[in-house]
């Protein structure tokens, strides 16, 4: 069983208020059309936290359809229940899929591949439970280099904390480079069909409101001082300035959309 940490309920209604409207939400349209997900459908959600991605293909799939989502955390499920009592909630690992072969038209993943340990056991196991001809689909963020906001602002916090920094706020960029994440898709015995990019918007209240969030949910919070968390907060204030508008700042985000055929 792959480890993770565990959030309470009480965090999983944080998660679902603030940060699915912030940064997920957006993705779940992209990623239902980049797969074709029609009326009828059985679709799985992977790693679906609190549901927004399987609550919007149950819309889509309509009565005669079915969803599943599944998430290895209990407290993004209790939520996740709460919302929509009628779409099938399963607790599972992504590396070992509580579902036969070929049981799903079409099995997704958002911003979820960069979590796994071993990211090409999912996408085997993906593949396992898709029927042949049906889809595989995954939503992955851009490399860091190619993020207009995220890319200069990690260099920023790495100019003051060190390069341990990059590393330490990598894991969101992780699977962003498409030749590394097509060959996955190849070992899994996927045939990828498309590839969309898209910018998409993180909306934050401020940049001291990203900042917090970004560096206090990483281990880096433990290994900078007081100096050099209130230098990169107003540096980044300067940094992030061209973002801000009259709600709030809005900085532009990368992802992928990668769409594959079950042979
Ligand atoms: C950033 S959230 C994305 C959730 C959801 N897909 C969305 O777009 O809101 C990542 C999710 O991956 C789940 N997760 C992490 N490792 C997992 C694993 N091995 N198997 C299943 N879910 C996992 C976490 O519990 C969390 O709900």
Known sequence: MTETFQISPEQAEMYEAKYVPAIFAQWAPLLLDAAHVTTGQRVLDVACGTGIL????????GPSGAVTGLDLNEGMLTVARRLAPDVEWRHGDAADLPFEPDSYDAVLCQSGLMFFPDPDQTLREMRRVCRPGGTVGVQVYASLGSQPAYGPWVELVARHAGPEATRL????????????????FDTAGLV????????????????????????????LID???DAQYTAI???????????????????????????????
């Open 169 to 184: 706020l990598s894991t969101y960029w992780a699977h962003g480079d498409l030749d590394e994440l097509g060959r996955r």
């Open 223 to 225: 290994r900078i001082s």
């Open 192 to 219: 990828v069909e498309d590839v969309h990019t898209r910018l998409g918007t993180v909306r934050w209240a401020s940049a001291d409101e990203m900042v917090q969030v970004e560096i206090e949910g990483s281990p």
């Open 54 to 61: 399987a609550r919007s293909a149950a819309d889509r799939v």
């Open 233 to 263: 907060r107003n540096e980044s204030r300067e940094l992030l300035g061209e973002y801000r508008t009259d709600t709030g700042l809005q900085a532009p985000i990368g992802a992928h959309l990668v769409i594959a055929r079950q042979r």
